[in-house]
DNA sequence: TCTTTGACGTACA
DNA sequence: GTGTACGCCAAAG
């Protein structure tokens, strides 16, 4: 990560901006990469972004460590998450990433490149 | 200040 | 595979 102290949620839209068109993360690959200590604070900084209404923040792309869309719930409307993740060619089955290990994108792919 | 809650993860039975 | 328990830390009441 080559952003300094900023604070946890801005270090999330970062990384979750990241994530290329087509591919997954997790909340639990983000918080150890950006060492949150807790996944949770992924999911209530993505809480905030879609609150404040960041559509800007592709947070359809994250998901669970079972690939599972858990938190399709907070969006607006819900069925807009799995629209989104299925335009992009991800498949989603059941609230379910389809192939999710292929497609899961891990955040040390920033540091590679 | 304390308590509860939360888009999670891991461990254990 | 399912259910329970705990950790994790920030925000809201």
New binding site residues.
Partial sequence: MIMKKE???DLVYYITSKIPEGRVS????I?DYLS????????????????TGNGD?P??R?????G????????NPPSK?QASLGAEGIIVKDNRVENFEDLFWHPEELDDK
């Fill in positions: 604070s946890y949620y997790t909340y639990g690959a918080a949150l200590g807790s996944a949770r604070m992924i999911g209530w900084a993505l809480n905030q972004c879609n609150a923040i947070a359809h994250v998901v669970n460590r079972k599972e869309l858990s938190g399709r719930v907070h969006f998450m």
